[in-house]
């Protein structure tokens, strides 16, 4: 069975700082993995996906297999930032979602 | 591009009524998606379906009927509302393949009173 697990409820940094969002899965195949944001009053959107490679808003992210982490980093914290944020993952050849039980970042000016 | 589109925005039920939330996309999407989001859960997957007249449970099924009658639609029935449904609902629609982004409707915030 998947399971996410997203260890910080809370988590507060200052303007400038760096941030890490923790993401640890627990799947046997190779899973598929995301990282959703959800600013205020806005409607759940997509961030990043491993496979992809990319820095979105200057945020990474790197699947590490060995440790079953999908840890989202960001060397610069802004104000914009502060939302809540989930990772997720879906089972190879399936549909569903699972997600964290999120972390809500706030950036402190 | 209106995307994946939920009505309504706010909804205040008495316990033991029913009600239906809508959700529609417009991007003929083959899966959609029904989830409950509660503060220290995540969300939670209710209701998913495939295709049109195929649905299936996810992890938090009891108390809620789905059906997918079109491509583009896929509401969600609150059979006699309980206060521990009270809660935000997201409708989401996603296209078939691999790390295919899933779209999210804005939500259906219900209370049950």
């Known amino acids: 069975a998947q399971r996410v697990t997203q260890p910080e409820k809370l988590l507060s940094v200052f303007k400038g700082a760096p941030v890490e969002l923790k993401c640890n899965y627990s799947?046997?195949?190779?899973?598929?993995l995301f990282w959703y944001v959800q600013y205020s009053r806005q409607r759940l959107q997509l961030l990043l996906r491993h496979i992809s490679r990319e820095s979105i808003k200057g945020f990474t992210a790197d699947l590490n297999k060995g440790e079953t982490s999908f840890h989202l980093k960001k060397p610069f914290a802004q104000e914009e930032d502060s939302a809540m944020y989930y990772c997720a993952l879906r089972a190879t050849g399936a549909n569903n979602l699972f997600f964290g039980t999120g972390t809500r970042l706030t950036v402190i000016p | 591009n209106a995307g994946v589109t939920q009505t309504p925005k706010f909804q205040v039920l008495k316990t033991g009524q029913s009600m239906t939330l809508q959700c529609a996309q417009d991007?003929?999407?083959?899966?959609m998606s029904w989830y409950r989001q509660d503060p220290g859960m995540g969300l939670r997957l209710i209701h998913y379906s495939v295709g049109a007249g195929i649905t299936d449970q996810g992890e938090v099924p009891n108390g809620y009927n789905v059906s997918r009658s079109t491509t583009e639609d896929f509401p969600l029935r609150l059979l006699s509302a309980a206060p521990s449904q009270t809660s935000v609902y997201f409708c989401a629609s996603t296209r078939q393949g691999r790390n295919t982004e899933a779209f999210f409707g804005q939500g259906t915030r219900l209370t049950v009173v």
């Open positions: 799947y046997s195949g190779s899973p598929e």
């Open positions: 991007m003929n999407h083959e899966y």
